[in-house]
């Protein structure tokens, strides 16, 4: 049964460009503006409550979410930021009470969806009132990193940047005077680049939301002018499906070379995942307990680390409690602190990063969980069959 009222002419797995008829939005939009038009679409049409996105903070690498509840206020969500990235899954939690009352549509990176997948199977968010629409990612950058990279290796003050992509293997900017892109693999041969999870991040193309979005794929004169949709759902056909009947959004089958230079793009991409956890992985073999002992004997104990996992449920209030994991006034923590932390996370982390990213210490706490979950996965994947997602 069509979801969404009227007969679907789309259906699971098909693949098409697609584009917004909106002016404004197209305007902002990051490639033609399908994935802000088809949240128009679900406003206007009351198929959701309200839509949460991600949208410019401060700066050009600053991004803060967004709950829209009017469609109007969209066009200003639109556009792809690659730097001031966060995770989304525990905004849904905290602020909108796990989408148990309201219809709630999210735009989602991988690591926002498996984020969201594990609060699901914790009951902490209901995925009968979510409707996902995913971007591929092939990595994002810090916005530490970014200012930096750009001022060292670009030579350009990052005030003076109004627009960042990342198209086929380069960071490019555009600034007052001109444009520049280089390579990532240069840019992070050199120490800079994207996110240490995110270069071993192997889940790419979120095919777990209802429809994936990208640019991979898109070539010929639609090229820059609209995105590649993989419909991954009925939900996801039957919206898409409904927006172009009505004249909201343009589609047109994904020209067949295009879909193949997508399917090489994302195995490419796959292959980097697995070279980098090879790479990261036997630095920290080399003396595992050694570096987390050393690394870890840095922790203030802010809670920020388990405030901010979305797998991780102890509220850091409780975990104040003297009695509790560690005791009162212990700055740093005894290591066994961490050490039960990683067991209580190990088998299903998703290698988010925001541990790392939001600790005031910069200890590399992503890379040790992340570690620990991919040798479980190694160690138990016989006894549990294939994993929904592999990262
Ligand atoms: C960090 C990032 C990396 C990407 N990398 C690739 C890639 O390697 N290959 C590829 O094929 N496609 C990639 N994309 C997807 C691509 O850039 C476009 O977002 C997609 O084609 C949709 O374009 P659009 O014009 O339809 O979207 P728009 O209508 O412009 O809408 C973009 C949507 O993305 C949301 N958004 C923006 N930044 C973020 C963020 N950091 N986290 C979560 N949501 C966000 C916006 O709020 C909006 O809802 C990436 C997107 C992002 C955000």
């Known amino acids: 049964m069509a979801l969404f ?14 584009w917004t008829t909106d002016k404004a939005i197209a305007e902002k939009a990051e490639l033609g503006g399908a994935v802000t038009g088809l949240w128009k679409y679900a406003l206007d049409k009351k198929l959701v409550d309200a839509v949460l996105v991600v949208k410019k903070g401060s700066d050009l690498y600053d991004a803060k979410p967004a709950i829209i509840t009017k469609s109007e206020d969209l066009k200003n969500t639109a556009g792809s930021l690659h730097c001031g990235t966060l995770l ?5 939690t905290r602020y909108l009470n796990g989408a148990k009352d309201k219809k709630i549509g999210v735009t989602v990176k991988g690591c926002d969806l498996m984020g969201i997948i594990e609060l699901v199977r914790r009951k902490e968010i209901n995925p009968e009132n979510l409707f996902l629409i995913g971007v591929n990612c092939g990595g994002s950058v810090s916005p530490i990193m970014a200012r930096k990279m ?15 992509e990342i198209d ?6 555009e600034y007052e005077g001109g444009h520049k ?17 995110c270069r071993r991040c192997k889940y790419k193309v979120p095919r777990q939301a209802d429809l994936a979005c990208g640019n991979w794929g898109v070539i010929g004169e639609k090229a820059g002018k609209a995105t590649f949709v993989e419909v991954c759902s009925d939900k ?32 490419a991409m796959l292959k980097l995942g697995d070279k980098w956890r090879k790479k990261d992985f036997a630095k920290l073999k080399a003396d595992t307990w050694g570096t987390i ?3 870890t004997s840095r922790c203030i104990r802010c809670y920020s680390c388990i405030e901010n996992c979305p797998v991780c449920f102890t509220k850091a209030t409780d975990l104040k409690k003297p009695s509790l994991m560690v005791g009162a006034g212990e700055v740093p923590p005894n290591a066994m602190f961490h050490m039960r932390r990683f067991a209580h996370i190990s088998d299903t982390c998703v290698n988010c990063g925001q541990c790392e990213e939001l600790c005031p210490m910069d200890i590399p706490l992503a890379l040790f969980s992340h570690a620990i979950r991919v040798e479980g996965d190694s160690v138990y994947k016989s006894k549990l069959g294939e994993a929904t997602y592999t990262n």
């Open 293 to 295: 002992n050393r690394e």
């Open 5 to 18: 009222g009227g007969a679907p002419a789309m259906k699971k797995g098909d693949m098409v460009y697609a």
């Open 168 to 173: 086929k293997g380069q960071f490019i900017i």
């Open 150 to 164: 750009i001022t060292d290796k670009y030579g350009v003050s990052p005030d003076i940047v109004h627009k960042e």
């Open 236 to 267: 996801g056909a039957n919206l898409l499906a409904q927006a172009a009947k009505d004249g909201v959004i343009q589609t047109e089958a994904a020209n067949p070379k295009g879909v193949e230079i997508r399917a090489k793009v994302e195995g």
């Open 181 to 197: 892109g280089i390579s990532m693999d240069e840019l992070e041969e050199a120490g800079y680049g994207r996110r240490t999870n």
């Open 88 to 92: 989304l899954s525990k905004v849904i």
